[in-house]
């Protein structure tokens, strides 16, 4: 695990965003964690978050001409991805986001900002069982754009439909890479490696032997 990995899921457990109790998930999964991207919801927070994601899309080496965030969730953390990439690493990029309703009046239709062409980077929370990311596929599909890659803050290295994590299935269907910030795995080597949130470890560990790969 790399040193902003470390600091990111800190810095996700103290302001709550990863959380442990008992979370039912889209998918119908009862999760002992669930994580909210909503809740880093300050300016700094949200300025760290960003600073992380553009972090790890520079680690990967991905190449991409335009960052998307799916409404609602996606928009912020693609506007602080865009933000970061700018102040912290010299790469001034357009990016866009789409309305969840179309607009009739106005400027009309459901995409906001820059064209959404080229190889298209999805700004995201969080990857399940890959159902959220399937339907921003088609809108990018719709554009006549392709997709570079996917950035998301944690990989819950859950089963998709099949054997494969959803993850691996997005990535083989799609052609393109998952990057996120951390995994799973991150996670339960940050637990058992700290006294106190260790106790939460046995009940995650068994959620990933029932869902995970
Ligand atoms: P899938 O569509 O199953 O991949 O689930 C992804 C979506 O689930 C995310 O975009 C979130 O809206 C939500 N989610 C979280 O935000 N955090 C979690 O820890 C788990 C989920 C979830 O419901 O699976």
């Not at 006549?144 to 269907?173: M, T």
């Not at 951390?182 to 996670?187: F, G, I, M, T």
Request: proline share 3%; charged share 25%.
């Amino acid at each position: 695990m790399q040193a902003y990995q470390r600091d990111f899921i800190r810095f996700a457990i103290e302001r709550g965003v990863l959380r442990f109790g008992q979370f039912t998930l889209k998918s119908g999964r009862v999760s002992p964690y669930f994580f909210n991207a909503g809740l880093f919801n300050s300016g700094s927070a949200l300025a760290r978050l960003g600073q992380c994601y553009a972090e790890a899309v520079i680690d990967s080496g991905l190449d991409f001409d335009v960052l998307f965030g799916p409404a609602y969730k996606g928009i912020p953390l693609a506007a602080a991805t865009a933000v970061a990439l700018a102040d912290r690493h010299d790469r001034d990029l357009p990016w866009c986001f789409n309305r969840k309703e179309a607009k009739d009046h106005g400027e009309g239709g459901t995409l906001v900002g820059a064209p959404l062409q080229g190889r298209v980077l999805i700004v995201d929370d969080v990857i399940t069982a890959g159902t959220a990311i399937r339907e921003v596929m088609q809108i990018i599909r719709a554009q006549d754009a392709q997709a570079a890659g996917v950035l998301i803050a944690l990989d819950r290295q859950e089963r998709g439909q099949g054997e494969l994590s959803a993850i691996q299935e997005v990535e083989r269907d799609f052609g393109m890479p998952v990057i996120s910030i951390v995994s799973l795995e991150q996670v339960l080597e940050y637990l058992a490696e700290d006294a106190v949130l260790k106790e939460h470890l046995p009940a995650v560990q068994a959620y990933r032997d029932q869902y995970g790969i």
